[in-house]
């Protein structure tokens, strides 16, 4: 299980707008889309607390690879509340599926896939409300519309709220607007949105990397024993998850060595012990466990 959790208390800016929702009205996946900086993931945190009050059980899915707010970057992360009055989601359940990139640029299958594996899980965990946060990529032409598309298709949200910032959204929100499957509620970017240039954000998941690594040891591994996913990356720099028995990822290690004629690897890892890691999945994001640095 990984716990990443970079929240907060936050002091934020309540639209009337926001104020009028009626949580006990939503229920089952509720999904929250938008451009980069439009305030998406404040929102979405904002619901579940509202949520967590009214149902006894609310989950929230993480799925933003790159500015994660529950998880690690490049992983989806799911959460639950058990309680009644929790404004966040508890430690004890909690699980991540590792996508390996920052973006859903070129990684849009295990995007779409493990949304939905965590989907299944937080139902089958009973949650009443289901939160989905998703990343900025909606530009159609990088693929962001179809992503959002084929998610909204997956995942078969009761309502969509949409981040409304000119015509940004419209080749997603258009069709949707007629389809009697999906509510969609469409709200202006509040004004309190504060844009984060791209080193902010490479400033931001290098923080989280050093955190998450600080604690990191060496643990060798030997790849005869393990279902190996994407061996051709195993190069020194290279960022892995160790995933569960039903491919959840319980850690994630960056590799220091790698011999393919005796076909171990020595990882660096906070992972304590390999117990309950049966597969390994090579990301393709390269990165230096002590400065956070990725490398491109
Ligand atoms: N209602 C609000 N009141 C105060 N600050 C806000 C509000 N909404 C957003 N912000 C601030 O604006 C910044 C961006 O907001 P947020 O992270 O929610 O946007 P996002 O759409 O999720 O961004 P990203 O595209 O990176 O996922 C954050 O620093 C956040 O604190
Ligand atoms: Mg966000």
Not at 1 to 23: H, K, L
Not at 94 to 120: D, E, I, N, T
Not at 235 to 257: C, I, K, M, N, S
């Amino acid at each position: 299980m990984i716990n990443a959790d970079n929240e907060t208390r936050e002091t934020i800016r309540i639209p009337p707008e926001w104020e009028r929702i009626e949580v006990g009205c939503l229920t089952g996946t509720i999904m929250v889309i938008g451009a980069s900086d439009t305030g998406k993931s404040t929102f979405a945190r904002y619901l579940f607390r509202r949520l967590a009050k009214h149902y006894p059980r609310v989950g929230f899915l993480d799925c933003d690879v790159g500015q994660s707010s529950l998880g690690l970057p490049t992983t989806l992360t799911l959460a639950l509340t058990a309680s009644a009055t929790g404004d966040k989601p508890t430690e004890n359940e909690r699980l991540a599926y590792f996508v390996g990139a920052v973006s859903p640029r070129g990684h849009m299958l295990p995007v779409v896939v493990g949304a939905h594996k965590l989907q299944h899980r937080a139902q089958q965990w009973g949650v009443r409300a289901l939160v989905v946060d998703t990343t900025g990529l909606v530009d159609a032409a990088a693929g962001g519309g179809a992503l959002k598309q084929w998610k909204i298709e997956l995942l078969s949200p009761s309502t969509v709220f949409a981040f409304v910032r000119g015509m940004e959204l419209e080749h997603i929100l258009w069709p949707r607007r007629r389809d009697p499957r999906v509510r969609v509620i469409e709200l202006p970017v509040p004004k309190a949105v504060i844009e984060r240039s791209r080193e902010n954000r490479i400033f931001y998941r290098a923080e989280r990397w050093r955190n998450y690594f600080a604690p990191a040891a060496t643990l060798q591994l030997d790849l005869r024993r393990l279902a190996v996913f994407g061996l051709e990356a195993m190069t020194p720099g290279r960022l892995l998850a160790l995933q569960d028995a039903e491919g959840f990822a319980l850690g994630l290690g960056v590799v220091r060595r790698y011999d393919p004629h005796t076909q171990t690897a020595a990882i660096c890892t906070p992972l304590p012990s390999l117990e309950g890691v049966v597969s390994i999945r090579l990301g393709s994001l390269r990165l230096d466990p002590e400065t956070g640095q990725e490398i491109y």
